[in-house]
């Protein structure tokens, strides 16, 4: 079982987000993240979906998505390069200063390229701002939780898009 | 520029530039536009059911006896939902079909309005593809998406929801002949570097027998199996869905394999070492405990979907195709085997364990029934329900050329036969059209009678009546001590309910009971003598009556309950 990761390309219509994510309860994909959103095509939508899943269930689901009439294109974002980012809000509560203090310093070690910050701060809490990879998001939650007693987390899910190949750079 | 037409003409003009000349209907008030534009309409017949499952169903019977694509029409709301069921067992059968629903206005969906579902959403895990109309000016082109996709490729039902007002609305009056769907592209090649190295495994094979399921038969690809399999002297057997696809009385053939198939047919998968399996999905019925199908074979499967390929068995060369195009090219490579013994082997398999049942102690033997149905009806389509008449029609009815098995595989569907067996019947009106039913089933959708008279359909409906549902109470039987809970079809005054000959009588359809083995013959001819209607034939059977062999659901195909 590994997380994997897939773009879709599909139609703009009524239904078709029920009808993707019904795959994934119909058949018992262990669906992790799935985010859509339009493209540069007002027709067109794209779709970043992660899975858990081995090597046999998730070729199956790619399989199963190429199938739909409403899917224009699978691309599997596994085995090649991609940018990806997930918007991440965590809130931080019941803080003194002590713990402030160390919320600004979390924020300042994960922050690379301006990537996280504390966006918003009130008399015993914080709130932090990342765009980060899930993974690294991941990794920033596991340490609030360790660090800190009351956080509230809201995740976004992935975007993400094939890197421009070398040959165009 | 043609003047604009109203949506319910378009709909008219549709079906005949899809050359409809047949669809099954029920009315209701989100469709009374469009039934009146039938009414205007010369060229189409429409078939009024009594229950749209049932239109469905008969539907199935009709694409299925004519390879085209069947037409459904119901309204909203409860029309919409009874054809649930339908859809779905077109859907596990691979069944062209477009079913066409009402819906309430536009401007009312989504408030609860009186009879509105969303029966899109509702049905989408079963439709190829579903819609609701919500332009007029779409219409056209979605109508002739639905009968695109849902009649190439791997078919299946496409459902089409069309509000009341937009049947009504004037808008674009041409309905094209061809559209773009930029998300579907069916398989019409064959990858021929995969399809040599499966033929490579096969012709190197010792013990090499052929799987061939449905998609043979859907394909229209049974003459080049038999051409195939004749050049490579490779013995086939067939999946229920495949049954018929290979001439029953051929040598090569070895039956039907999986839970009910022939001991030597699931020897031959046991024991083979390449099984080149084509148009087949690897059902579980099929297949068994999974682990252990198949265990010495390196295994090839051909089928047009991919996402049927390692599902549910896992495979050595996967050729992504349709059957008639991969069997094209197959026969143009294949040369003959040695396989004298392997064939011989199997043959002793059959010897050991012959199919055949026990004379039974009380009423007919279904064994007798079926072969009376060979005898007299040689040339007719034959129609199934579901449950144990099912598995022993698969087992003891020979098809020769011509002859289709329609049988609600994939589904399991109780209710199928009858309304199947009036369909297949309109659709092939030339052809004798046999129901092998149970007691149970048919009770499900007989209110069909009312179709079959007032349609003047000769279907021959055979009820195999134990006065039980017989698959269940053999499980009960067999694996749960007898305890026969629900099963037991009788009424605690012992009467049967209802009596089928004065049930038939209420029709003024003829009916026969059908009590001991010498009556089989002559009412079968009797009932082959009522032309123009249907005949009801009750043939008493017995409840301890067995399907044998069986494979236990979730064991391997290599134990069988032989007795």
Same mark, same amino acid.
């Given at each position: 079982m590994k997380n994997r990761w897939i773009a879709l390309y599909v139609e703009n219509q009524v239904g078709v987000l029920a009808k993707v994510s019904g795959l994934f309860s119909a058949k018992s994909y262990n669906l992790q993240t799935l985010t859509v959103g339009t493209t540069e095509r007002d027709d067109v939508s794209r779709m970043t979906i992660s899975v858990m899943a081995d090597d046999v269930t998730f070729e199956q689901i790619k399989k199963q998505l190429n199938a739909m009439v409403e899917v224009i294109k699978v691309i599997d974002l596994t085995t090649i390069p991609i940018h990806m980012k997930e918007i991440l809000y965590a809130k931080v509560k019941g803080l003194d200063s002590a713990g402030k203090t160390e919320a600004f310093q979390i924020a300042e070690v994960f922050n690379t390229g301006g990537m996280v910050r504390i966006t918003d701060i009130g008399t015993d809490s914080v709130l932090f701002e990342c765009t980060l990879t899930e993974r690294k998001n991941n990794d920033l939650i596991s340490l609030l939780k360790t660090r800190f007693k009351k956080i509230e987390v809201v995740r976004g899910g992935a975007v993400a898009v094939e890197s421009i190949s070398s040959s165009c750079r | 520029m043609a003047l604009n037409i109203t949506g319910r003409k378009l709909f008219v003009k549709a079906l005949k530039e899809e050359g409809v000349d047949t669809i099954f209907a029920y009315p209701g008030g989100m469709i009374t536009d469009i039934v009146d534009e039938l009414y205007k309409t010369d060229g189409i017949r429409v078939i009024l059911g009594r229950h749209e499952q049932a239109l469905v169903h008969e539907a199935e019977g009709y694409a299925r006896a004519t390879g085209k694509t069947a037409v459904v029409l119901v309204t909203s709301g409860p029309g919409a939902t009874n054809t649930i069921t339908g859809i779905a067992d077109a859907y596990y059968d691979s069944i062209p079909m477009v079913i066409f629903t009402g819906q309430v206005p536009l401007h009312l969906i989504g408030n609860d309005a009186f009879q509105e579902v969303d029966i899109v959403g509702m049905t989408r895990s079963i439709t190829k593809y579903g819609v609701t109309v919500r332009n007029r000016d779409d219409m056209g082109r979605l109508i002739k998406m639905g009968f695109q996709i849902a009649s190439t490729g791997k078919p299946g039902p496409v459902l089409i929801d069309i509000p009341k007002d937009i049947q009504t609305t004037s808008g674009e009056p041409e309905y094209p002949s061809q559209v773009d769907i930029r998300g579907y592209h069916p398989n019409e090649t064959v990858h021929i570097g995969q399809l040599k190295k499966a033929y490579r495994l096969l012709k190197n094979a010792k013990r090499p027998l052929i799987l061939a399921g449905g998609g043979v038969r859907i394909a229209g690809a049974q003459k080049k199996l038999l051409e195939f399999a004749t050049k490579m002297n490779v013995p086939v057997t067939t999946t229920v869905m495949g049954k018929g696809v290979m001439p029953e009385d051929n040598p090569l053939f070895v039956g039907n394999c999986g839970m009910h198939g022939r001991y030597a047919a699931n020897k031959a998968v046991t024991e083979c070492d390449v099984l080149f399996s084509i148009g087949t999905r690897f059902n579980d019925r099929i297949t068994g405990e999974l682990d252990e199908f198949a265990p010495k074979a390196q295994i090839v499967h051909v089928d047009i979907a991919s996402a049927s390929i390692s599902r549910n068995v896992v495979v050595d060369v996967p050729v992504t195709a349709d059957a008639k195009i991969a069997l094209e090219r197959l026969v143009e490579y294949a040369e003959p085997m040695k396989t004298d013994k392997w064939i011989a082997k199997i043959s002793e398999w059959e010897q050991e364990h012959p199919l055949t049942m026990p004379n039974t102690?009380?009423?007919?033997c279904p064994q007798d029934i079926c072969e009376g149905i060979n005898e007299v009806f040689p040339d007719a389509n034959i129609v199934t329900d579901v449950g144990q008449h099912q598995m022993w029609a698969s087992q003891f009815i020979r098809l020769h050329k011509g002859q289709e098995f329609i049988?609600? &595989? =994939?589904? &399991?569907?109780? &209710?199928?036969?009858f309304p199947a067996a009036i369909g297949a019947s309109v659709g092939n009106p030339k052809k004798p059209t046999v129901l092998i039913t149970g007691d149970g089933g048919f009770q499900m959708n007989m209110q069909e009678m009312a179709t079959a008279m007032s349609e003047n359909i000769p279907v021959v409906i055979c009820i195999f009546n134990n006065s039980n549902l017989g698959m269940v109470r053999q499980m009960q039987q067999l694996f749960? =001590?007898?305890?026969?809970?629900?099963? $037991?079809?009788?009424?605690? $005054? =012992? &009467?049967?309910?209802? $009596?089928f000959l004065k049930w038939a009588e209420s029709y003024s359809c003829k009916a026969i009971r059908v009590t001991s083995s010498e009556e089989i013959i002559p009412a079968l001819k009797a009932a082959r003598a009522n032309k123009g209607k249907p005949t009801v034939i009750d043939f008493l059977v017995s409840p301890d009556d067995l399907v044998l062999p069986m494979v236990k659901s979730g064991t391997p195909l290599s134990e069988m309950i032989l007795k």
């Open positions: - | 102690k009380i009423g007919n049988t609600s &595989g =994939g589904l &399991g569907t109780m &209710g199928f036969g749960y =001590g007898k305890r026969y809970e629900i099963t $037991d079809l009788s009424a605690k $005054d =012992g &009467g049967y309910y209802p $009596d």
